[in-house]
């Protein structure tokens, strides 16, 4: 009987630390899409957007990160594109993909889109994604603004992957479609009690009747025009230059196509 030589301890050592280590931890739930190096989460919110995104790559084929840090130096999209870089966030060969970058103590949040995502998600999408956040973070819910962003995110892949460009209504699901939904109730409110009451009032007047000329409206003697004259009003035309376009919700941001390691991005990020 031959005997087996055992392998050195040393050996399987060299070759465990070879192997390529994955950034993103697998843990009972799969694969983490969460870096919530501020610890601004609880372990239960951190759990539920860990599985809304994981369904998002399952579903869509695509990747969506969510990343909170303390304050960064430079340019914040420039910082979370390197980012998904560094920790190959991405699907696929074209490595479409998300992140949503949060700094809470600089009060600012970014939006980068990697691979062809990123020209379905233009700077005009990309501004209703940081609308829909902001007004969640500036009542200091962060959980309620990282998860309007899955929502919004979720319309518009779901336009996405059917070949088709994504609208501004594809991913205005947060605030915005409540208020409108609000709105338009609150007019039928008022609209419908003042059509019955129109009716009702129509259906009291008895005494209209059709007339073929002006003779009821017409003196006995008949009408005569003793003066005629035209009257003008002068007036003055007054030009004043309209004042700049109020960007102060988008103050200290900034958007569109840049390059990060030899790739394009895109991205908008704004001060909140």
Not at 51 to 56: C, K, M, N, S, V
Not at 70 to 83: L, N, S, T
Not at 130 to 148: F, S
């Amino acid at each position: 009987m031959k005997k087996r030589k055992s392998i050195p301890a040393a050996l399987l050592i060299c070759a465990a630390m070879t192997l390529p280590v994955q950034v993103r931890a697998a843990g009972s739930m799969g694969t983490s899409w969460v870096y919530d190096n501020y610890d601004i989460l609880t372990a239960e919110e951190e759990a539920e957007l860990n599985a809304e995104l994981e369904e998002i790559s399952d579903t869509y084929g695509f990747e969506a990160v969510i990343l909170t840090s303390e304050d960064v130096a430079g340019d914040e999209r420039q910082y979370a594109a390197k980012f998904m870089q560094e920790n190959e966030i991405g699907y696929g060969e074209d490595h479409d993909g998300m992140i949503l970058f949060h700094q809470p103590d600089r009060r600012n949040i970014a939006v980068v889109f990697r691979g062809e995502a990123q020209y379905a998600f233009d700077e005009r999408i990309q501004d209703i994604l940081l609308d829909d956040c902001t007004e969640y973070l500036k009542e200091d819910d962060p959980y309620g603004a990282y998860q309007v962003t899955i929502k919004d995110l979720k319309g518009g892949l779901a336009r996405w992957s059917k070949g088709k460009s994504v609208r501004p209504m594809d991913v205005s699901g947060g605030l915005l479609s409540y208020t409108v939904m609000w709105f338009l109730i609150s007019v039928a409110a008022a609209a419908i009690p003042v059509f019955i009451m129109t009716l009702y009032q129509k259906g009291k007047m008895k005494t209209i009747v059709q007339q073929s000329n002006a003779d009821a409206y017409i003196q006995k003697n008949g009408v005569r025009l003793d003066v005629e004259r035209d009257i003008f009003v002068r007036t003055n035309t007054i030009r004043t230059k309209l004042p700049e376009p109020d960007d102060s919700h988008h103050s200290g941001g900034s958007s569109g196509g840049f390059s990060s390691g030899g790739e394009h991005f895109s991205g908008s990020s704004r001060n909140y």
